[in-house]
């Protein structure tokens, strides 16, 4: 049986997703993973419409089984972020791992994976960040110097991430076979282009109240969920939690910053001087930006101070189900037999051992912050991640 892995945010499903998964059917998929992440995603955002509504978008348009990626490794660099969803995938008794492509050559993105993988590379990395570039220039030089014009898959987010996986798949050894399908219609950060929208075009819909054009770029399926989620206010929106971000960070001292600045380059001293002189987030992201950080690592560094995010584990302790249908129950009793640590109750969670439970408690803490960002405020009741059940097609 073929098993297929996706490791995704879906912020929300579009047609763009709904035609991967359709393509990775016709590649031979009998069932489709989705390692998903939950309510908070790896451009330092809190995801438009939370973590169970998309895994039932995701079973409704083409998945079997949706998996969360917990918070710690969702909203970490594009490395952890793989990591994190290969484990998953391979907990799962995945033999395949599809994702979508500029470029579509599986061999040039895997010699990526091997050159990036090359135990002194890091020494070429360093010297080329002395230059005060972003380090993802500096990765993409250092490979060039070695690879030649096929560093320039590094150039491509889809690329990017999809050396990530085939990364991980070597690290972790996890038998993955790569399924490359090539990216159609819009670029990742794009508008709409050949009926596709990008995620990014349809939250900025989102945001400009025309909810009905965002819903155009998504499959009926998930449209309803999202007209559904749209009705009850339950799509987020920063700015409900904008002062609560203030309020945290400035009762902050300036070394406690540092848990959070993954490059050890000196960052979190810029973060502490704009919380003490900014009124705004954006005022603040935009004192600290230069060339050498990325927006997303700002958003990134200020969430997770914002949520006191733990460095990354270097393992999930388990599989939490947020949707399957019934080829992803079926998937689910096999991965019980091969002793896969599968979390389907709350309640559960105490039986996986302190490690599992520790987790969890952090991640409905998260949940609960993230709720507030709702329009509205009714919505955002305390204990939500206790209650949760997936979703069952």
């Not at 952890?80 to 995945?94: I, K, P």
């Not at 947020?322 to 969670?349: F, H, I, Y």
């Not at 996986?352 to 329009?375: H, I, K, N």
């Amino acid at each position: 049986m073929q098993v297929t892995g996706i490791v995704c945010e879906f912020n929300p499903l579009h047609s763009g997703h709904a035609y991967l998964m359709a393509q990775l059917r016709q590649r031979g998929a009998d069932a489709i993973v989705c390692a998903m992440s939950g309510n908070f995603v790896q451009r330092g955002e809190m995801a438009l419409v939370n973590k169970l509504s998309r895994g039932e978008m995701a079973v409704s348009c083409g998945a079997d089984l949706v998996l969360e990626l917990p918070t710690a490794w969702a909203m970490a660099t594009a490395e952890a972020f793989a990591r994190g969803g290969v484990q998953l995938l391979r907990m799962a008794g995945c033999t395949h791992i599809g994702f979508g492509s500029e470029c579509g050559d599986a061999a040039l993105l895997q010699a990526a994976a091997d050159t990036l993988l090359s135990p002194d590379l890091q020494a070429d990395i360093r010297a080329e960040l002395a230059a005060g570039i972003t380090y993802a220039a500096a990765r993409q030089q250092a490979v060039q110097a070695r690879l030649g014009d096929g560093a320039a898959v590094l150039r491509q987010p889809n690329d990017t991430l999809a050396v990530e996986y085939l990364k991980a798949c070597r690290q972790l050894a996890a038998p993955l076979s790569p399924l490359v399908i090539p990216r159609v219609g819009a670029a990742h950060d794009g508008g709409a282009a050949e009926g596709y929208a990008s995620a990014s075009h349809i939250r900025l819909l989102l945001r400009q109240g025309s909810g009905d054009a965002a819903s155009a770029f998504l499959p009926p399926a998930a449209a309803a969920v999202l007209r559904r989620e749209l009705a009850a206010g339950r799509v987020t929106d920063s700015r409900h939690v904008e002062r609560a971000i203030l309020a945290r960070l400035r009762q902050m001292e300036e070394r406690e910053f540092a848990a959070y600045d993954g490059g050890g380059e000196g960052l979190y001293h810029r973060v502490y001087d704009a919380v003490r002189r900014c009124a705004t987030l954006e005022e603040l992201l935009a004192a600290v930006k230069t060339k050498r950080y990325t927006a997303a690592r700002l958003r990134r560094m200020v969430l997770s101070a914002w949520l006191g995010l733990p460095k990354v584990p270097e393992t999930l302790p388990y599989a939490r189900v947020l949707a399957a249908n019934e080829t992803g129950r079926s998937l689910l009793r096999q991965m019980r037999k091969a002793g896969a640590p599968v979390l389907t109750k709350a309640a559960d969670v105490a039986a996986l051992g302190s490690g599992a439970e520790a987790l969890f408690r952090r991640e409905a803490g998260y949940t609960d912050l993230y709720t507030l960002a709702y329009a509205d405020l009714a919505q955002a009741v305390p204990g939500n991640d206790w209650r949760l059940t997936p979703v069952m097609k």
